[in-house]
Each structure stands twice: as C-alpha cells, then as structure tokens.
C-alpha cells in the first residue's frame, strides 16, 4: 500500500529537535529544575507595564492579530531611525530565521557558520536543503576573516554571526562586523543575529543602516526585554529584503498578545535599563562563583557566561549533568574547542545561590565520576 | 552590484497577502470599524477560565515556551484517544498547514483544491512551488467527487478539503469525507481542515482514527473556543505524518500564553457548549436579518453566514464597499459562482444591531452605484 511520500528534502531530514526544553529534560530525569539557568532568558522579568498592558488586552483575545503588527512596526522604525517597509515581525528569531533562510537557500547551496555556533540555524538550513560550511572558532570569537574566506572559496549565499555571540559570550566591535560585511561578495547576505544586541557594549553594533543591500540584521524580545515565551522578534534591513518576507511568511503567526507585550516593553526604557543592569551584575555573580570553585569564567557581552571547567568536553559534560540532578538547568557547547565550558544564564540571586550551592558539589561528583 | 538572489520558487512569488486584516482595512479607508463580523472569529470571546489562566501564567512570560507543548498535547490526546505522537501543535491552522504543505509538496507537485476555497492553502503551495488545481464547487458544497477525480487525473500528492466549508458555509456528511478518502490514491494526502469542527451537525466529523496513512486532520482554538488572537491550532493523524513535523517545525514557536490558554478552553467544556449556543443564535439572526433585507442566507455548519446578495459578484462587492462604509467589516468570496454572496460572521447582539441598521442602508447605496 503506498503511502504519502515526503519531499526529497525532508525526506533525508532526521527528526530532530535542535534544543531539549527544561520542561522536558525535568520530565525525563524526574528532577524538577530549581535553578532556570540554562535557556539565556531573564528571570528578572518583563516591564510591569508590559503585564500591565497584557493584562488590559487579554480581553480581546479573540481577535486575531493585526497581520502587520503596525503599531508595533511602527515604533521599531521610529526607534531604529527606519522605514516601515525596513522592519519586520516574526514569531522570534528562529521563526525569522527559517524564513531568512528560505528566502535565499534552495537546496545544495551554502551557508557558512562557526563551528558551534546556533543550532537552530544550522537545523533550518538543512531543513530547506541547504549546505553548511563550518568555520572554527578562534579562541571565544567567531572568527571573521576565516567567515568571509570560507564564503568565496565556497561561492556562500549567506553567512551567520552572532554578534554578541551565543554560546560563548564573546563580541566583536562593530567595525569588524563590518569588515566581515565588506569582505563578502554583494550576492552573499550577512545574517546578523543580534539577540544579544541589548547587552552588547558601546560600539558592539554597527549603526543602523538599511542601504546594505545584503544585511539582514534580527533582534528579539526574549533576552534582555524578559518576554521569551511570548515569541517576538524582528529583522531590519534593506526594503528589498523585508519586503520578501510578504512572500513566505504566515502572516497572521505573531500572537496577539506578543505583539501588545512587545510594544509596552519598547516603550518602557527604564525597565529595560534596569534589566540590563541587573543582568550585568547576575553575570558577574556567575563568575565569582564559577572562580570560587576553581573555574575560569570567560568575558561576557551577553546575558550568560560561559565558564571553562578546566578539562574537556566529557568533563563539562559530566559538571552539566551534576548540575542537573542537583535541579540546576544550564547548557553547553557542543563544539571541539568549545566543549569545555559550561554556558550559565543571568538569573535572580535565589537562582544563583542554588547554583554556588550545587556548583562544588558537581564539580566533586564530576570528577569522582571520571 | 550583485545582491543577494532569491531562491528560483521564491523569485517567481509575488509580495501578497492572503487577507488584509480589518485594521489595516481601517487605517487605509479612515473608517472604524463598528461591528467586526468578518474574520470568523468568535465575539463571544474565549472562557472566562482562560482569562484566569492567563492572568496566573502572564509573569512567567519570560521563560521560552515548552517546545514539546507537552501538557497542551497530552489533553488533546486524551480528549481524541490518541497517542503523544498522533498531535502536534502549531502556530493556528495557518502555520500547520504551511509545515503540512512544506512536508509533501515539492516544487512542480499538484496540490488539488477548490475554486473559491481557503486562499491562505494556495498561498502555501504557491510558496513552495507547487501547482494548484481548482475545482469548481458544486453548488454551495465542494465537489468531493470532482477533487478524487482531479487528483487521479493530475497525480496530485494533496487534496484540500474543508469540512464544514468556509467561505460558503456548507458541510458534509463524515460518510462522504472517508469516501473521498477512499476514492483517492494511498500516496495523495487528504489535507482536511476541520477549523469549524466544532459547530459542525452530528455526523459531519469522521471518527477519529489515526490508522489512516494519508489523512492529515487539522483544528484550531480560533474559531468556537473564541482565541484567534493567541495562534494555536493542531494536527492529528497518522504517527508517520505527526513526527514529520519535527523535522520542519519551529520548535519553540507556539506562544506560551497560548499554550496556558488553549489547555484552559479544552478543560472548560461549559463554555464551548454556551459558545457554540451563542454562535448558532447570532447566525439565526444574521439569516433573519438577510431574509428582512430581501437577501437569501445559506445554510451553515459553521460560525458564519454566507449571505445570496441576488446579484453578481460586481454587485455582492459593492455590497460589501457600502458595509464597510458604514463601519460593518464583512468578507466575500471571490470565485465565480460563490463571488454573488458576501460572509458574515457570528457576533453578539451589539454588533448585529449595528448589521441590522446598516444592511438596508448599504443594499440602497450599492444598487445606486450599479
């Protein structure tokens, strides 16, 4: 009997997830998570206008969202100093960068990324076909030059940064990214992943510029703004670019909700600085801890730290696992080279003090387990 | 200057929208709109259970949603009896059938619909490269046995149905479902939208039965459960054709409130009987209020009336110009044969009152325009 065969494409995809949520490690270890330190989002929470806001909207739940998102497009442009026609929504990063993605990669053409670097790229690049060409690392940095010579060597049609960078915290000043920009063929877009963008220090982020006709830059409400769960994030650039979203986007995908929370939480600029704030010293907290127990804390321009537990890869992983049945959730690179750390989200001082309580207990555990 | 190249399939798309949402419809005409009975949703609003759950889960907004939508699937299996495996949650319908469409259809592959049917499938499988094949209706019911025979004719690898029909309202019997089903090669998918499934007449929805390998079900929390703001629908069906869509799906892209607000509706089945009362009485009132205006309302299996404006389609639209003119946002179908009624959707009393007034006014206007 036949039965409905799936594209060549799918067909020779596994079924695969490119991140486990807490919820379901917690379900299959049996170990509720005490400590939420894994997944970089902020326990420090969104505005209280923003719940606010949530709050007087819920009512009118029942309607579906503005497809346009205007009001909150609106607000982005005028921040950002763009045209409306220079922003668009989607259902968080990941969302934009499946679509970025299917935009540009048809299948057998390439994208080059860092070794380790975000996952989910990666898993949508395959999952329209594409190929990936994966650049080291150099030391905690993606490295730019190597980025932009792997491109021509493979006649690239995208190329990922993360600037800050995901998983190992590390940025580059803006004037590098735009080095890497200018070393790239015209026909070959930047995707910039600028998750990090709030934290990031002076100078990280290149100005805001919407004439690069093959800059794609994404930004997101999950990080610093303390909104993860509600799925928002936008992607600015060239009017050429965003406008072909309308072409493959679901256009009535972002929440009702997201769309109000998100627009609360851009006008509250005190919170946001607050957040920051309170994340800066959160990261900070995270490395006194992490030296307290002998680990060497690396440099951060994010809202995580990434610690290097002194061995390898196997030794990180066994500290992970501690950490996890003592209900600490954190997460690790995958990478040679990267492997050796441990990636610790910013999170309310209750949080940390379950982590610099369990932290040297793990670290005994690991190394009697090796 | 090269620029970044779009990929042949999106190359050949336009930068179009299934449907221009009534606030855009409102900020381009400068007309607010008074009575919003054109989107299908449900004015009766979503429980109020819902709202409390929300309100309890708004300050966990922070935390990324569960990927796996555990506690949301685990209910709807229950509810079904079926498997973990046999439902998967999505961003509405919309981003269901968008995946569905991704999973089968390659570029050059036919996918067979009917004339007048859901534009946002076409929108998919155009954004994939696939091949449309419209049937026309049979009247105000979709011709099931003209779509097996154009699917045999085109070895089309989908067959969209939906069961009750939108925009015209009409439904049928499970018996004529399963023996389109039957009638259709093993390796077409039966992609069967079953968004009004819960106002449809006993004996419409076939028995649940995840046993079939080419019948992909989908249902949504937009339409009775009266929460189209918050994105939630899902897919039921064979085990093969669900943990595909873990190889496309945006893992965390279903909202967390959302997730919280759809396990609330499905445990308050109270209000989903009140709501389906509700929407019955208001589409009463919509045919009595057509009838009053010398208009002949059809039949519905759904949370609309497809209203007969006597004329032609250049005469139902103008119909539908004059409402909106007045406030009334309504929508019509567009296919020859359907494009002589306008749609309008259940609602409470306020707003029909608003209809009511503006009905007799609107006809007057749209004949002296003729």
Redesign the interface.
């Known amino acids: ?10 067909a020779g ?9 807490p ?2 490690i917690a ?1 299959r270890s049996g170990v509720p998570v005490r400590a ?1 330190l894994g ?1 970089n ?6 505005s209280p206008k ?2 606010a806001a ?2 007087e909207a ?11 998102s ?1 009001a909150l497009r609106e607000a982005l442009a005028a921040r950002l100093g763009l045209g409306l026609d220079e922003v668009v929504i989607g ?2 990063i ?2 934009l960068m ?1 679509l970025a993605v ?5 299948p057998g ?1 390439t994208v080059v990324t860092s070794l380790g670097a975000y996952p989910t790229l990666n898993y949508h690049v395959a ?1 329209f076909g594409g190929r990936l060409e994966c650049v080291p690392y150099r030391g905690a940095h993606e490295d730019t030059a190597a980025l932009a010579v792997a491109a021509r060597r493979t006649g690239a ?2 190329v990922y940064l993360a600037n800050p960078d995901n998983p190992m915290g590390s940025f580059w000043p803006a004037a590098e990214v735009l080095a890497l920009l200018d070393a790239l ?5 930047l995707l910039l992943d600028e998750a990090y963008g709030e934290t990031a220090p002076p100078g990280a982020l290149p100005p805001v510029d919407a004439a690069r ?2 800059l794609l830059r994404l930004r997101t409400f ?1 990080k610093a703004y ?6 928002c994030g936008y992607a600015f650039g060239h009017a ?2 965003i ?2 979203f ?3 986007r ?9 769309q109000v ?1 998100a627009l609360a939480a851009l006008g509250d600029t005190a919170h946001l600085d607050w957040a920051v704030g309170a994340i800066a010293r959160a990261c900070a907290r995270i490395a006194a801890i992490a030296r307290e127990a002998g680990l060497a804390p690396l440099p951060t321009a994010t809202n995580f730290v990434a610690v290097d537990c002194g061995g390898d890869g196997a030794h990180a992983l066994r500290v992970l696992e501690a950490l996890a049945r003592h209900g600490v959730f954190v997460r690790k690179p995958m990478a040679p080279g990267l492997d050796r750390c441990i990636r610790v989200s910013a999170g309310p001082d209750a949080e940390l003090d379950i982590l610099a309580a369990a932290l040297p207990l793990a670290l005994r555990e690991a190394q009697g387990a090796a």
Request: net charge neutral; proline share 11%; aromatic share 8%.
């Open positions: 009997m036949p039965v409905p065969s799936f594209t060549p494409v799918v995809l596994a079924e695969t997830v490119p991140f486990v949520g919820e379901a379900r939420r997944a989002e902020s326990g420090f929470g969104p923003v719940l949530m709050a819920a009512p009118l739940c029942w309607r579906y969202p503005d497809p346009e205007h259902e968080g990941d969302g499946s299917r935009l540009f990669i048809a053409d999952g049609r995208m063929p015209g026909d070959c877009l006709p093959n999950s303390g909104l993860a769960g509600m799925r050429r670019l406008r072909a309308e072409r493959v679901n256009h009535f995908g972002v929440n009702r909700q997201a929370a």
